[in-house]
């Protein structure tokens, strides 16, 4: 019967997931995206097996070069999809990088129902440790990786940074590996320079800490866990952003909705707050009138300062040197 109630529930959330239009769970994009590129290559299996839940699809940039710096984009899906890499933002962040000489790769990773955190965590930094073992096939430079995501992607990109060089730690009662063993290239680095948060869940002991809306008997996080928050928080805290976040992590840049009602802004104010007072290069940028994802939040304006934060973190520019909104 459990089993029942939760497919129903599953069901009914995906149904809904993909009947919204741009700005619901996944950050909606139309299917039919025409990225200009000097070079595609799609299903590109990361992890050397044959699951579609462990390949990506890379991009390149028209304007040819010897190698491109990169930006991993993951796509939001409250990580309920295995299966969303072609509906990664490619109309308004994808688009934006490419245009701005960044490769870009955009991979899927193992949905909660596939298996629970920290799968996820793992299914990530296999990908950062093939674009490095892959650089010279897909023209990368190595020297600059970051990652970016939207709502479920941005917790994901958000994890990577702020756990970047740790392997495995302990969080309260609950031992985890960070790191995992996906892959063929476990003796590349994980470690990001530069992470960017587009309305992501990062801090899960506290998603209702601004307007927001209900979620039923078990939410995304809840799902993801296989638990529940008052019953084992050290789970909830393995699984948040903020709970990583010390002076080693490298810089990052936050986008959020002041009236998105599905990720409180409240979850980017406190994860910029934090990241400010342990003194990591950081700015971010609330939207009065945005919500969980969609044109307010994908603005030209926005896309740029996403584009200028990366490139003054990549050239080590002065406009990174301080923390700011």
Not at 243 to 269: A, L, M, R, T, W
């Amino acid at each position: 019967m459990k089993r029942i109630l939760l497919s129903t529930f599953l069901l009914c959330m995906v149904t809904w997931l993909m009947a919204q239009p741009q700005g619901g769970f996944g950050g909606f994009q139309a299917p039919q995206v025409k990225l200009e590129t000097s070079q595609e290559w799609k299903d590109v299996n990361y992890a050397g097996d044959d699951q579609a839940y462990h390949t990506c699809d890379i991009y390149l940039p028209k304007k040819e070069a010897e190698k491109y710096p990169v930006v991993i984009h993951i796509y939001g899906s409250a990580w309920f999809s295995n299966n969303g890499k072609g509906m990664a933002d490619l109309g308004t962040i994808v688009k934006t990088l490419l245009e701005s000489g960044y490769a870009v790769v955009c991979p899927n990773h193992r949905s909660s129902m596939d298996a629970k955190w920290p799968a996820q965590i793992h299914d990530i930094r296999a990908v950062i440790r093939f674009v490095r073992g892959e650089a010279t096939k897909y023209k990368f430079d190595s020297s600059f990786i970051a990652t970016s995501g939207f709502s479920s992607g941005g917790h994901l990109s958000s994890t990577a940074a702020t756990t970047s060089g740790v392997k495995q730690t302990k969080v309260g009662t609950v031992d985890i590996d960070l790191e995992g063993t996906v892959g063929n290239y476990l003796n590349e680095s994980s470690v990001v320079n530069a992470a960017c948060d587009w309305s992501g869940p990062v801090d899960l002991t506290s998603m209702d800490c601004g307007e927001h809306m209900t979620m039923g008997d078990n939410s995304p996080e809840d799902i993801l866990l296989d638990s529940k928050l008052t019953q084992e928080p050290d789970k909830y805290l393995s699984l948040s952003a903020t709970n990583y976040v010390d002076s080693n992590d490298p810089p990052v840049i936050i986008f959020h909705g002041e009236k998105d009602n599905v990720v409180p802004c409240c979850q980017g104010k406190k994860f910029f707050e934090l990241l400010q007072a342990a003194g990591v290069k950081t700015k971010a940028t609330f939207v009065p009138e945005g919500g969980h994802g969609g044109p307010q939040m994908y603005t030209e304006e926005n896309l740029k300062k996403m584009v200028h934060f990366l490139d003054c973190v990549r050239q080590k520019g002065a406009c990174c040197k301080e923390n700011g909104n």
